[in-house]
């Protein structure tokens, strides 16, 4: 998606997807933004990754 010029991500929707995406993202500097997954490492501090929309998520921020 990077190489043809995405400079955003809304998705993915499952924990294990996130944490997969967020790994990839990162050295990328793409944010992702997270519809759904709540589960732990979605959201590490020094990641590109915030939740959005999902119940009981806490509020989170992007790092650089």
Known sequence: LVEQGATLVVGPF???EAVAAGTLARPLAVPLV?????????????GWAARS???GAMPS????
């Not at 997270?34 to 020094?46: F, I, L, R, S, Y």
Request: charged share 10%; proline share 13%; no cysteine.
């Open 61 to 64: 921020t992007i790092h650089g």
């Open 53 to 55: 929309g999902a119940p």
């Open 14 to 16: 499952t924990t294990d």
């Open 34 to 46: 997270v519809p759904a997954a709540t589960g732990a490492g979605v959201t590490e501090p020094g």
